[in-house]
Every structure is written in C-alpha cells, then in structure tokens.
C-alpha cells in the first residue's frame, strides 16, 4: 500500500480530503501535517482531529506545520476562504473537542522523517499551500531523492485562477514556496482548477449520507451543504461545489482518473501575476519535465469511487 501524507489548511474539502484518504482501500494515511490557508494553523490542526474522531482514525498523527509564508511575518485568514469554508473552516458545524492533541514533531521533521522512512512508498499530498514542504526540502534537500510522489492541489494552467484573475489560492498564499518545489529535483503531480472545477458533488449526493442515519453522514452532509450553498452563490454556473482536495487524493491513490500534460513549470511572484503557475520557458527542451499537470479527469468513474468510499466509510 502507499503511504500518504495529507498537508491541509483544514476546510470542507479538505474534510472530505481526509474521509477519502481514510477510506481507500490501496492506501495508507501515515500523518496529517497542519498548513495555513481556509484558517489558520493551529485551527486546521484542530479541525483535522475532529474530522478523524468523527471518523473513528484515532490512530492517525496530526501535526503542527509552518503558520505562513516566509515572506510575510504574520498570516490573517483571507475573508474570502472564511466566507467560503466558514469561520471554523469547517462549515460551522460543532463538532465535539478532539480528545487527542498534535503530535510535539514538527510538520516538517515530521516530513523528513517521514521521507527517510518510508522513501519511494510516500506519497505527499498537500492540499494548501507549499509552505511545509519547501521549508522540509530546504532543511533536508536530499529527501527530495526519497520521496515518491507530491500530488498536490492547487495552481491553474488552462483556467484562470479563483482568488485572482491568474491565481488559485493554495498557490496564492506562497508563491515562493510553490515556486521552490515546482523547481525542485522532486516530481510533483498538479491538480489544478483545470479538474477540480470539473469535478463536483451536490446535495443529490450529500443527502445520500444524511440517509445512512449516522452521526458521521449526517455531520459530513451538514459541512459539505454549508459549502455547496456557497458555490451556488459564487459560481451559480457550475451546479454543485468542487471536490478540489479529494481529487488530489483521488488521482495519488489511482494516477488513471487523469490525463496528464508533463511540463516544467514556474510560479510567478512579480505582483501583477502573483501565483501564476505556468510553463517555464527556461527549461522548454529538457528531457524530464518535473510537473504532470492533471488537464483532463474522468470525472464520473471518480465520483462513482468517491461516493463508494465516503458511503462505506459513514456507514460504520
Ligand atoms: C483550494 O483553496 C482552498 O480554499 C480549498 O480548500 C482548496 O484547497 C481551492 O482553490
Ligand atoms: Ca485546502
């Protein structure tokens, strides 16, 4: 089995992130590494406890990552996420206090830790910003021979982006971050709005786990309903919420739910197109592109294992 590693900035997708890394039956969740982003870390770290309580993973380690950029020296939760995931990231909905507590590791030894234990098993997939796993290539830069696979959400490539007109907001909140490990030695696999926009769930499939009677379906549906009522508001076009963050997961456990476009990418970080994630023109012959950019993804096979996982996995 693969071992995964979940990088969040805990908010509903991310939740759901979590529910489907728990449930897949070809892998592992080794660890829960906490970021900033829908709120912040310490927050995430949190609410990433309460998701695996209500799932019944106890056994799953959280841990305390990076609280922003090392570019700025402090990090306010950008209105436009609490009004999108909810002042508690995760839908205002109350879930009971953790009984558990985030590990004393840091997320990032934490990921070099993880890097020299488990090497080409590992799969890393951080669905906020690039923060943690920058900052654990720069202490460590020999673990980017280790690791298997990033898989990660966020960046935009045929699409423009959703918190400006050409960034995605994981890549928004670290530009530089993002930048360091799209030119980094690592491969990396990008899920990118060109998917996720595509991929999305409604309330047809929220009151399927409201119908399972347990407290699980019926917490989850009122998380992700919150969200799903936001999408309506924000992008009425679309018909339903993006399944952003468990795609990624989705695409790390089964690379065949997307085409892939392998290319060497940059992030810009000049202020007019902060966060873009584009092709790099500097690299354009080199043999191994280092980013497979997800540009096309059977949407429907990856609903249909979704809703398999998630219903399985709120049923018991
Ligand atoms: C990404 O931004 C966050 O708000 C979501 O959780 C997701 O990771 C989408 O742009
Ligand atoms: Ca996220």
Not at 91 to 119: T, Y
Not at 220 to 239: S, T, W
Request: with cysteine; hydrophobic share 40%.
């Amino acid at each position: 089995n693969k071992k995964l590693i979940l990088d969040l900035d805990t908010g509903v997708d991310d939740a759901m992130a979590i529910a489907y890394a728990v449930a897949a039956p070809n892998a592992d969740l080794v660890g829960i590494v906490s970021s900033y982003g829908n709120v912040v870390v310490e927050q995430a770290a949190k609410n990433s406890l309460k998701i695996l309580e209500l799932l019944g993973a106890t056994d799953v380690p959280v841990y305390i990552g990076e609280s922003h950029s090392e570019m700025t020296d402090h990090f306010d939760v950008m209105p436009v996420s609490a009004h999108i995931h909810g002042k508690n990231g995760i839908g205002e909905v109350d879930l009971p206090e953790p009984q558990r507590k985030p590990e004393k590791e840091s997320g990032v030894d934490f990921f070099i830790e993880a890097a020299r234990k488990w090497g080409k098993d590992l799969t890393i997939i951080p669905t906020g910003p690039l923060t943690n796993l920058a900052a654990a290539l720069k202490k460590d830069p020999e673990i980017a021979d280790l690791i298997g696979n990033v898989t990660l959400m966020g960046g935009a490539l045929t699409v423009p982006g959703n918190v400006t007109p050409f960034a995605e907001a994981n890549i928004q909140q670290d530009a530089e971050a993002a930048n360091y490990v799209f030119t980094n030695k690592l491969h990396d696999t990008m899920v990118g709005l060109d998917v996720t926009l595509r991929t999305l769930l409604t309330k047809k499939e929220t009151q399927q786990w409201r119908d399972l009677g347990t407290a699980a379906g019926e917490k989850f549906a009122d998380i992700v309903d919150y969200y799903i009522n936001i999408y309506d508001e924000m992008y009425p076009e679309l018909g339903g919420c993006s399944l952003h963050d468990p795609l990624a997961v989705g695409i790390a456990c089964d690379p065949s739910f997307a085409t892939t476009l392998d290319i060497d990418m940059v992030v810009n970080s000049d202020k007019e197109k902060y966060g873009r994630t584009i092709g790099d023109t500097a690299r354009l012959s080199d043999a191994n592109p280092s980013v497979s950019v997800a540009i096309q993804v059977e949407k429907d096979r990856y609903l249909a294992t979704f809703m398999e996982y998630l219903t399985t996995l709120f049923k018991n």
